[in-house]
């Protein structure tokens, strides 16, 4: 069971009404079975804050990666050979 704060922060991270359960899979919770406090607010934002910090340098990794592969053609030639 999620509390409503719990549930606040997963909509405002989804992107659209297909990604609420992957979103909230992802997100821990801050209270345990019985009611009892698992996780204060301030944790649970530390970690997303860690998270996110974490995608994004795996994102901008992939990007300089795609960036420096070169395309190549049909006819043996690569995009670098193109733009000469």
């Known amino acids: 069971m999620r509390s409503l704060e719990e549930m606040d922060r997963i909509f405002r991270k989804t992107t659209n009404v297909f990604n609420v359960v992957s979103v909230a899979r992802t997100e ?12 204060t607010l301030d944790d649970v934002e530390d970690d997303a804050v860690r998270r996110a910090s974490i995608l994004n340098k795996e994102s901008k990794a992939h ?21 000469v």
């Not at 990666?65 to 690569?78: A, I, L, M």
């Open 63 to 83: 990007a300089q990666t795609h960036t420096q592969h070169t395309e190549k053609y049909s006819d043996g030639n690569t995009s670098e050979d193109r733009s």
């Open 28 to 39: 821990p919770h801050m209270y345990g079975p019985n009611g009892e406090l698992l996780r």
